[in-house]
Nanobody, 116 residues
Framework: QVQLVESGGGLVQAGGSLRLSCVASSGIFSIKPMAWYRQAPGKQRELVASITAGGTTNYADSVKGRFSISRDNAKNTMSLQMNSLKPEDTAVYYC??????????WGQGTQVTVSS
């Protein structure tokens, strides 16, 4: 069983920054791909950014150039630096680890609210 714990959410004005962190309980973290997803009220959960074990990153078009995903395998930690935040970035943000085909674990989520 893998436990993921997110932190760093909060309320910020448009144009501001937040840094989200996700800590995994298992050492298997270092060899598995991970990702950040978000879900806004009334909308489906969507991929924000992903990172492979080797550090290759991928971003949703809506956050490219503003968000940066990173990981520290030694600390079992993944981060999401969010800059130039917009009201449309308001959502609950979840971290996810992929252990294999259709085998995922999720964190409990952290709320990000961007005021205009």
């Amino acid at each position: 069983q893998v436990q993921l714990v997110e932190s760093g959410g909060g309320l910020v004005q448009a144009g501001g920054s937040l840094r989200l962190s996700c800590v995994a309980s298992s050492g298997i973290f270092s060899i598995k791909p991970m990702a950040w997803y978000r879900q806004a009220p009334g909308k489906q959960r969507e991929l924000v950014a992903s990172i492979t074990a080797g550090g290759t990153t991928n971003y949703a078009d809506s956050v490219k150039g503003r968000f940066s995903i990173s990981r520290d395998n030694a600390k079992n930690t993944m981060s999401l630096q969010m800059n130039s935040l917009k009201p449309e970035d308001t959502a609950v943000y979840y971290c996810q680890i992929s252990l294999g085909p259709s085998v995922y674990y999720w964190g409990q989520g952290t709320q990000v609210t961007v005021s205009s």
